[in-house]
């Protein structure tokens, strides 16, 4: 099964979402005190941390599309090797359903 992303919060739980966190406050008020620049503050501390979480979402989104599409082919994998495996009896239905269908547009 796909991975399950985390959550903002599950994140910020991790040793490298803590220490991203810390870094990203000390590097806004250190901006908004030391430097007195706000958007220097913005873009280290709240553009960057927001761009690394997307950028790990849509990882995580393109990993689980990944894994649907190996699903649907191993699917595919098996179903056509049951269909040549069982090829003649596949093959006797669809020629009676085309016989019958025939028989009914016949009647008609």
Do not use: C, K, N
């Not at 990944?66 to 994998?77: G, N, S």
């Not at 090797?81 to 090829?87: K, T």
């Not at 003649?88 to 009676?96: H, I, K, N, P, T």
């Amino acid at each position: 099964m796909g991975h399950d992303p985390l959550s903002p919060s599950e994140a910020l739980r991790t040793p490298v979402g803590a220490v991203l966190a810390a870094v990203s406050v000390l590097a806004f008020v250190y901006s908004l005190v030391i430097v007195a620049q706000v958007l220097l503050g913005v873009v280290v501390g709240v553009a960057l941390p927001a761009g690394l979480y997307l950028s790990y979402r849509a990882f995580a989104a393109l990993d689980a599309i990944a894994d649907a599409a190996q699903r649907i082919a191993t699917v595919r994998e098996r179903e056509a090797e049951e269909a040549s495996r069982f090829g003649s009896a596949a093959e006797r239905d669809s020629q009676s359903s085309r016989s019958s269908d025939r028989l009914a547009e016949r009647e008609r």
